[in-house]
């Protein structure tokens, strides 16, 4: 099935780790994005990637990393710098935005 | 700059017609998005416009007017499975997503 997978669907990690959440997707998308969403707010955006080898900071990228080293993959990482990592994130593929599943994101 | 604006939350009856409205201000436009979003899932794409009017498909439909910076999401029919939040993005001059709050719909039988 084509698509955009993230895994896992929850994910529990220790506060001062850094946890990576992948994002893959096989519909041959050039632009893929990653937003973060908390109860009863808009999605924001982390980072997204227009082409393979390149990416660009979105609203709220402090405490986050990226790469983006082939055009299927797009994984964040969510660093020990991040003041407030619990939340829903978000992969998304293309401008129209389609979505991978998400992951959700607790740090204990 | 940019805003966008919408309900946080509304109610309506099985099988009636309810009409959700987003406001928005934006220097550059490239087109209104509306997406359904069911609790604990991923947003799912529902319309697009990018010229004035009236788009229709199925019993959902979403106008557009760029002069007043207002657009909506009319669901028909209701049904229970409709009871979601409903968000309202805009595409701005660089082609990213400005994402409003989101309206969450209540569907009562």
């Known amino acids: 099935d084509g698509g955009i997978t993230q895994s896992p669907k929850y994910l529990f990690r220790k506060e001062g780790q850094n946890v990576t959440l992948s994002c893959e997707q096989n519909?041959?998308?050039?632009?893929m994005y990653w937003y973060r969403q908390d109860p009863g707010q808009g999605l924001r955006l982390i980072y997204y990637?227009?082409?393979?080898?390149?990416?660009q900071k979105g609203d709220i990228a402090e405490g986050y990393s990226v790469s983006r080293e082939k055009k299927e993959s797009f994984p964040l990482t969510v660093t020990s710098a991040q003041k407030n990592p619990t939340a829903f994130y978000l992969c998304a593929g293309d401008n129209e935005q389609f979505f991978g599943p998400g992951t959700r994101l607790t740090v204990l | 700059g940019q805003n966008i604006d919408q309900p946080t939350e509304m109610t309506a009856t099985e099988g009636a017609i309810v009409q959700i409205n987003c406001t928005y201000q934006t220097s550059g436009f490239n087109g209104l998005f509306w997406y359904q979003q069911h609790a604990g899932e991923a947003p799912t794409f529902l319309s697009y416009n990018v010229l004035d009017g009236l788009e229709e498909k199925g019993r959902f439909s979403s106008f557009l007017s760029r002069s007043k910076g207002y657009s909506y999401l009319l669901l028909k029919e209701l049904q229970m499975k409709d009871s979601a939040s409903y968000l309202c993005a805009l595409m701005d001059s660089n082609y990213q997503l400005i994402w409003g709050a989101g309206t969450k719909l209540i569907i009562k039988p």
């Open positions: 519909l041959n998308h050039d632009a």
């Open positions: 990637s227009q082409i393979v080898n390149d990416f």
